[in-house]
């Protein structure tokens, strides 16, 4: 019985583990979405102080293509979180099935001891 208590915790435990994960990686995804916002605007805005918008320009401002590059790296960054929350995601409902299967015997058993016991009595 204490075996199974403990492995229920522990299912517990990984599930809550799975769950902060996929939670920090969405977290991470709309930081990333704000960077790349807040980099547009910054782009835009030295594009038009330099009155160039054209990337291949040579006298295009070094600030805005440096912005581009960050830009983009975010935009890479982001590509793969989309796999590694997917993967997340996987792993949480698999960790939830485990974990709500172990519950749901763990229910069954603890029915059929009371109802041993009531018998009993």
Excluded: C, W
Excluded at 65 to 71: E, I, K, L, P
Excluded at 73 to 89: F, P, R, V
Aim: hydrophobic share 35%; net charge neutral; no cysteine.
């Amino acid at each position: 019985m204490k075996s199974r208590d403990t492995l229920i915790r522990l299912k517990r435990f990984q599930v809550e583990e799975k769950r902060r994960r996929v939670r920090q990686i969405e977290m991470m995804t709309g930081e990333f979405n704000r960077m790349i916002g807040d980099l547009d605007r910054e782009i835009a805005t030295e594009e038009k102080r330099a009155g160039i918008n054209d990337p291949t320009h040579f006298a295009y401002p070094t600030y805005a293509r440096a912005a581009m590059g960050r830009r983009d790296n975010l935009k890479s960054s982001i590509a793969e979180l989309s796999a590694q929350i997917e993967d997340a995601k996987a792993a949480l409902d698999e960790a939830s099935a485990e974990l709500q299967k172990l519950e749901s015997l763990d229910g069954r058993e603890k029915a059929t001891e009371r109802g041993v016991e009531a018998a009993r009595a």
